[in-house]
């Protein structure tokens, strides 16, 4: 089995002066990307901190070093564990310290969020700066941690990169948690592997093809866009941060020929005016996945990339990436009369997905109940918890094969024309732009934030299709003051996870069981 | 000429300070202290909205307004500033 490593090395020799990569202005060719993963790797194995038991952090938002610090860590066959820059030096610690990593890469603009993230960790870890040719001044306060620059890696010599097994890590992600802190999912080559095989049969990716890169390293979408395209020899171009809210310039200017994001980014495209028909020609696959796409958004896209084929994926990180897929009809009329929100349609190819009832029963045609994923992109757990892993990693009760199954929460029915429809959360958990959130998690920060126990998040406002658009919290009226609750989330919460505002209650609903009224809260909101 | 040309002045005056408003309005709901934001501030890049903020933003100023916003008129590469979104509404 190829692994993520040896597609790079096949890139380099394949392709090796053809664009790989184009970020900030600045172009790689697959030589020169493998060449500078290779001095990271090489440099790794010379440190022994390489291998399928070790594990490499990427400090790094979508920039060179950081896309070369996740070829580095997949040619050195260790798992890469991505931490956002925008999330919070505390909630950085809390990852890298949860996931046990050896080696920590940074790009050149994290320099100084790194430096609070190193003074909270004191295991000992390799530091690779590669874009700079000295140590920053705040590593000296830092002697528990090896700080490597330019000058101090290996040459690149591809020799011994590459290869692994099947169940060697890929990437260890973090998603919210509902106890209050992130949960990892270590997804091994095997998964990943098998959704790269399903998506290059699908798509055909060739390369001359161009792709977009709008999704950051800790969400696992990204790793379609690098590896597909990287399989192909296409270029992937990674749409600027200040065009990320509107990228229709950007993919004319550059002729893109793939697209992929969340719904919102077109939904925020769409409410601008900016999807006029034939706005996109150069488009040939449009793709959608990480929350419900709008039957709406998906009719203005279809006719702004009328060249396009448009699908709407569907996948938890526990099944690596995504595991089904809804193709549009090429006929506008057969898309206007689809559901509201479009379907997620069927599993990939040897992937399986059952509805089943709250009785245990498999759902009929029509019924609705939770989502089972089961196959070989089914990862095999939570790390580090094996109790989260019983609990959700369970197959249906009539299932012999495959041998692993998830458990989403996702309710959803099976229809016959359009196969599975997503209807909904069984808990609390929402999505804001694609992210994961566990609304206790947020819970859990602003009880410790306005030192109270009687604190809620919900989602709200909510849009014209019930989706939700933010969160609001609640405290009780002798809670601390809001500004300085708001701020305390900030210091621990990803941005997306920060109540946008706060409702201060003079007397707190409860049900009829003494817990929380989440509906009377609502009513407050409207 | 010259009584179009302070007509189209005085317009995007009221929409900047619309803008102006919005922004600290919606500060203010998230309890936030609103920092110096000058009219060439990078609304993004300074944190103070997001994309969907910055999507509120610009349908509460039409509403209010009575203005279209026309993306064709900025450059979002460029940065999104109080100015460049005032230009921005025709």
New interface residues.
């Given amino acids: 089995m190829m692994s993520l490593g040896d597609i790079l090395l096949e890139g380099a020799l394949q392709h090796g002066e053809r664009t790989a990569l184009w970020a900030d202005g600045v172009r790689l060719s697959y030589r020169e990307l493998v060449e500078r993963a290779a001095r990271l790797a090489g440099t790794l194995v010379a440190a022994q901190l390489a291998g399928p038991a070790r594990r490499c952090a990427v400090l790094g938002a979508r920039s060179i070093g950081a896309f070369t610090g996740v070829a580095a860590a997949a040619l050195a066959r260790s798992a890469w564990v991505p931490l956002n820059p925008r999330h919070p030096a505390e909630r950085l610690a809390h990852v890298a310290h949860a996931a046990e990593v050896d080696a920590l890469v940074i790009d050149e603009q994290s320099d100084a969020l790194a430096g609070e993230l190193l003074a909270r960790l004191d295991r000992p870890l390799h530091v690779f700066l590669p874009d700079r040719s000295s140590p920053p001044d705040w590593a000296r306060r830092l002697p528990q941690h090896v700080f490597l620059c330019r000058g101090d890696l290996a040459p690149p010599v591809l020799d011994g990169l590459g290869g692994g097994r099947p169940d060697d890590g890929a990437y260890l992600l973090f998603t919210s948690g509902s106890t209050g802190a992130p949960k990892g999912v270590l997804v091994r080559q095997a998964n990943v592997m098998a959704y790269l095989a399903s998506a290059f049969d699908r798509y055909r990716p060739t390369a001359d093809d161009r792709f977009t890169q709008l999704f950051d390293l800790t969400f696992d979408l990204s790793v379609h866009d690098m590896f597909l395209c990287w399989k192909s020899g296409g270029a992937l171009f990674c749409v600027p941060d200040r065009a990320r809210m509107a990228p229709g310039e950007f993919v004319r200017r550059h002729d893109l020929s793939f697209w992929f994001s969340v719904p919102s980014v077109a939904m925020i495209m769409a409410r601008l005016r900016m999807l006029q028909p034939d706005a996109l020609p150069s488009l040939r696959w449009s793709l959608f996945c990480g929350e419900a796409l709008p039957r709406r958004i998906a009719e203005v896209w279809a006719e702004a990339a009328p060249n396009s084929v448009v699908e709407n994926l569907y996948g938890p990180t526990e099944a690596t990436i995504a595991i089904t897929a809804f193709r549009l009809p090429a006929n506008p009329a057969a898309i206007a009369r689809l559901p509201e929100i479009v379907p997620i349609g069927a599993p990939l190819p040897g992937q399986q997905a059952r509805v089943i009832m709250a009785d245990g029963a498999p759902a009929v045609t029509g019924m609705d109940g939770e989502l089972y994923l089961g196959g070989s992109q089914v990862a095999e757990g939570y790390w580090r918890r094996p109790d989260l892993t019983v609990e959700r990693f369970s197959p249906p009760a009539d299932a012999t094969e495959p041998p692993r199954w998830y458990r989403t929460g996702d309710r959803a029915m099976v229809s016959e024309e359009h196969g599975l429809i997503f209807l909904g959360r069984l808990d609390r958990q929402i999505k804001l732009g694609g992210h994961r959130v566990e609304l206790q998690e947020v819970e859990v920060a602003l009880r410790r934030a306005a030192a109270t126990d009687s604190v809620a998040a919900i989602a709200s406002p909510l849009d014209s299709l019930g989706l939700p658009k933010g969160i609001t919290a609640f405290v009780t009226e002798d809670s601390l003051d809001s500004e300085a609750i708001l701020a305390a989330c900030r210091a621990t919460l990803p941005p997306y996870m920060v109540p946008f505002r706060v409702y201060r209650v003079a007397e707190w609903p409860v049900n009829d069981n003494g817990k929380t009224d989440y509906a009377a809260l609502r009513r407050m909101t409207e | 000429m010259q009584q179009n040309i302070a007509a189209l002045a005085s317009s995007e005056d009221v929409v900047l300070n619309a803008l102006r408003v919005a922004v600290m309005r919606k500060l203010g709901?998230?309890?936030?202290?609103a920092p110096a934001i000058e009219d060439s501030s990078?609304l993004?890049?300074v944190?103070v909205v997001?994309?969907?903020?910055?999507?509120d933003l610009?349908?509460e100023v039409e509403e209010v307004c009575g203005l279209m916003?026309?993306?064709g008129r900025i450059?979002?590469?460029?940065?999104?500033t109080l100015r460049a979104l005032a230009l921005a509404f025709a």
């Avoid at chain 2, 709901?29 to 202290?33: L, N, P, T």
């Avoid at chain 2, 997001?50 to 999507?55: I, K, Y």
């Fill in positions: 709901s998230a309890g936030r202290r990078n993004l890049e944190g997001d994309s969907q903020g910055l999507l610009i349908l916003f026309d993306p450059n979002f590469e460029d940065g999104v």
